[in-house]
């Protein structure tokens, strides 16, 4: 960490402050869909287990399993409600919720009350995303689901099975997601700031003054830097190069921008006074300073590319959590739709 980047404390005071935001709020309904398409593509079963659609199942101890689900003694069919979930008229069984949630858990083992109910969080947000995308001309094609199902065929992932139906579903509708988030993103203007700016850190405010009016008096800012500023950067003429400005603590780019372009007055921070040479601030682009090379400004915009992306992912994400608050249908035996954050909570463990 240089002289003017935010602080480990600093950092957690502005998080904090921000935890009030709707957004981030729904993080754990992104996380579910996220992760979740991870677990849907990692389902391999032990040599041991075969279909657990109407197939016999041998579990890990060597008890019987119930031949329509394939679930271990004490997780049975009868067990399960007729109708797990509800959303946009689609309905989840709870026969398939059951065998969804055995095939993408450990063989032989049981799949908890929440295990249960982070499924239907998965397949509630797959339906609702799925619903916001298509409200944006986004629709599924045949050759989008040929796709997903290649890839759940090439990871393992066991064919004619409510298991891979669902892990096919979230396939394509994150696939769907992600080429949408991309193809917005593409079409707006980059919101990342650019300060390129060097600076004199001193002690007081009084000797910050004093640099300032050498500078006014024509000596060479860099110079004055490594005769006088005490961070790290005074060696190097106060240099700073371009950077984001969200990577600086606030104090010092509120002050740059206040001043503009030029040198500003004493700048107060948690480090100390700052003389700011501004040499530019405003949005991402090329060209706008010597020290700003093309390899810098290519990665910064991929960065700023991807976190357009994320905000459409999370937007839409959001969106679908929100709608899903709406109008739902869960079995209580299941759970019920917490909002927010947006996900399913299991019924305590006493019923």
């Not at 949630?101 to 908890?112: E, F, K, L, N, R």
């Not at 099975?161 to 980059?190: E, R």
């Not at 024509?218 to 700073?240: K, R, V």
């Amino acid at each position: 960490m240089n002289d003017v980047s935010e602080s480990p404390a600093a950092r957690a005071a502005r998080e904090e402050a921000a935890k009030t935001s709707p957004l981030l709020l729904i993080v754990p309904a992104i996380i579910a869909v996220c992760v979740v398409a991870v677990i849907a593509f990692t389902f391999m079963k032990d040599d041991s287990t075969e279909s657990v659609d109407g197939s016999d199942v041998e579990v890990a101890d060597g008890s019987a399993a119930d031949t329509a689900t394939g679930a271990p003694d004490g997780m049975e069919l009868r067990n399960m409600p007729d109708v797990a979930a509800r959303f946009g008229g689609v309905e989840l069984s709870g026969a398939d919720l059951l065998a969804i949630a055995i095939t993408t858990g450990a063989t032989g083992v049981a799949p908890s009350p929440q295990e249960l109910a982070d499924q239907v969080t998965t397949w509630l947000l797959v339906e609702a995303v799925g619903a916001q995308l298509s409200q944006r001309g986004i629709e599924i094609t045949d050759q989008d689901r040929i796709d997903s199902e290649a890839s759940a065929i090439a990871a393992g992932v066991p064919t004619d099975t409510s298991a891979f139906d669902a892990a096919v579903n979230l396939q394509v509708v994150i696939n769907a997601l992600n080429g949408y988030a991309q193809a917005t993103a593409a079409t707006q203007d980059s919101t990342l700031e650019l300060i390129c700016s060097s600076h004199i850190l001193l002690e007081t405010e009084a000797d910050a003054f004093d640099a300032i009016a050498r500078i006014e008096a024509g000596e060479d800012f860099a110079a004055i830097a490594m005769e006088l500023s005490t961070g790290p950067s005074g060696p190097a003429g106060g240099q700073l190069g371009c950077v984001d400005t969200t990577t600086f603590v606030v104090e010092y780019v509120d002050g740059a921008r206040a001043s503009g372009v030029g040198v500003t007055e004493p700048v107060e921070s948690q480090f100390g006074f700052h003389v700011i040479d501004v040499r530019y601030l405003g949005p991402l682009a090329e060209d706008v300073d010597a020290s700003l090379t093309p390899e810098q400004f290519a990665s910064l915009n991929e960065g700023a590319t991807r976190a357009a992306e994320g905000a459409v992912f999370d937007e839409i994400v959001a969106l679908a959590s929100e709608a899903i608050a709406v109008e739902h249908f869960i079995d209580p035996s299941i759970g019920a739709w917490i909002f927010p954050p947006g996900a399913v909570q299991a019924p305590p463990a006493d019923g």
